[in-house]
């Protein structure tokens, strides 16, 4: 038998264990991985999203910014640098996703799928701490950090400041770095340190 417990989102707590919880994947982003870009037009990522709680989700994850293998990823000191950038300059450079651009993919969506479902329990998959404050703001009960942390130095602080659900995820250096990486002999015993 699974322990059983209370998960405290701030507004309301998620019991884990009991039984599992599907989280429903909606990637605004042009170059995802799972879906292709198939929800980076808003009105079909909150369709898509509904369509996810109606089918049983318990969670739906809100993202922006693709962490597909090779993608590149802004380091901190780059946040504020690339904001900046026009759009359709940084896509044809093959630049990061800004902080900019990243709140206009995910915000509108959040705003919609919790006005549409005020119940819906929203996460957003970011690793920006601007962008998870304004998720949070915007609806969202838990922060989804790919980073575990340690690509904003200021999520920590931000996410306490915040009192939502927090996950902190497991990525062995940066996308781009990944075909560059040795292989690693025991990746449960990598994750568990």
Known sequence: MRPVFEWNLGSRSLQLGKRTLVMAVVNVT???????GVHLDREAAVEYGLQSLR??????????????????????AETADKSTAPVGQQQAEKQPVSEKEELERVIPVIAALKQKC???????????????????AAGAEIVNDVSGF?????????????KCGAILMHMRGRPEEWRTLPPVSDMVILVKR
């Open 30 to 36: 042009p170059d995802s991985f799972s879906d292709g």
């Open 150 to 162: 340690r690509w904003d130095p200021r999520m920590v602080k931000t996410l306490a400041g915040l």
């Open 118 to 136: 005020p119940e819906a329990l929203i996460s957003v998959d970011t690793y920006k701490a601007n962008v998870a404050r304004a998720a949070v």
């Open 55 to 76: 089918d049983g989700a318990d969670i739906v994850d809100v993202g922006g910014e693709s962490t597909r293998p090779g993608a590149r990823v802004l380091a901190s």
